[in-house]
């Protein structure tokens, strides 16, 4: 069984936070603003993306999160409505009086708000305070920011196990964000025993729920054979969910999949679109990645000289290429300079 590479853990292990109304992103811990190896592609007829190496999911986190109050709490959509148009300090004033009188979805609130720094400045030894008393009432969104406090040392001392603990405590409820996490404390292996089964379990909950990051990192498993038995069909379904939900990386292992037809029907005109939509969100493999299809396209000139540009674009992110280099500087003086004007105009230096 191949073991993928180990996580390399930021300050709060890199772990993912999102908001309860909107989709987990990969983004800052709890308090910041809201915001594989690739193949080279050679003959267009039969160039074919070998097999990318897996990699490990890579998390990065996204703001604390209150989750949305029932919607038969009207005093409660006040709350929260205020927060979503960004009147945070209506948000804090309601949010207080409500909290008061022991409503833990307003603590929560008043958490968010505190770690964010929103109406108010920012305090994360009372957006701890304010998670830890909407936790012990039974939030698991509250749960979750607590945890992501305790895994940061932030409004105290750090304390992973006891984030660990928070982390499963807010899963069993039902909270995909949690699931997503504790996968990679298991996968990860130093606050838990590394358990790939367990990750695989947990990975499994919260891609169901629609986390792309989730389906990503489970597709890779199944690619693999991590956790779980391999089975690229499954593998490739998942990075098509994620590639859906604009998952970049997904968006790239989904496309060679297509290019290969490797688990789904071969379609190079759709993996060559998807190239595309993951270079334009400036993905360096993607970049490499369709400048290779396109370079091998002889009958194409307007293709050739865009491949040549990314091939440039790609270059100054650290993705080079030396099958592409050559043909860079085999390309007639006219096409170099497109692709060099194109590459500048792209990269903003013209």
Avoid at 102 to 118: S, T
Avoid at 297 to 323: M, S
Wanted: proline letters at 8%; a positive charge.
């Amino acid at each position: 069984m191949k073991i993928l590479r180990p996580i390399l853990i930021a300050v709060c292990l890199g772990l993912a936070t999102g908001s309860a109304s909107a989709q987990v992103q990969l983004l800052p811990p709890p308090g910041a603003p809201p915001p594989v190896s690739k193949p080279a592609v050679s003959k267009p007829a039969k160039a074919k993306i070998l097999k990318p190496a897996a990699k490990k999911p890579a998390p990065v986190p996204v703001p604390p999160a209150t989750a949305a109050p029932a919607p038969d709490d009207p005093n409660a959509d006040l709350v929260y409505g205020a927060y979503q148009r960004g009147q945070y300090k209506t948000a804090f004033d309601l949010a207080t009086g409500r909290a008061g009188n022991g409503d833990p979805k307003a603590m929560a609130m008043l958490g968010e708000l505190y770690a964010g720094g929103l109406g108010i400045k920012r305090d994360y030894a009372k957006a701890a305070d304010w998670y830890k008393r909407a936790a012990d009432l039974g939030d698991r969104e509250a749960m979750f920011a607590l945890a992501m406090l305790r895994i940061s040392g932030r409004g105290g001392p750090v304390n992973r196990e006891d984030g660990a603990k928070l982390l499963a405590s807010s899963a069993k409820l039902g909270n995909p964000k949690a699931a997503y996490n504790l996968a990679l404390l298991y996968l990860d292996g130093q606050t838990l025993p590394q358990d790939l089964k367990r990750a695989a379990e947990l990975l499994r909950i919260a891609a169901d729920a629609g986390n792309p990051e989730a389906q990503y990192a489970l597709a890779t498993f199944y690619k693999e054979g991590t956790g779980v038995p391999k089975d690229i069909d499954k593998a490739v379904r998942l990075l098509q969910a994620a590639s859906l939900a604009d998952n970049v990386d997904a968006e790239v292992e989904y496309a060679i999949a297509l290019y290969n037809g490797t688990g789904t029907p071969k379609n190079e005109a759709a993996a060559i679109a998807l190239l595309r939509k993951a270079a334009r969100q400036n993905s360096p493999i993607a970049q490499n990645r369709l400048a290779s299809v396109l370079v091998a396209r002889p009958d194409t000139p307007e293709d050739r000289i865009e491949g040549l540009k990314w091939h440039i674009v790609a270059k100054t992110a650290g993705k080079g290429d030396l099958k592409l280099d050559e043909a860079l500087a085999q390309a007639s003086a006219e096409d170099r300079a497109k692709a060099q004007d194109a590459a500048r105009k792209w990269l903003g230096t013209k």
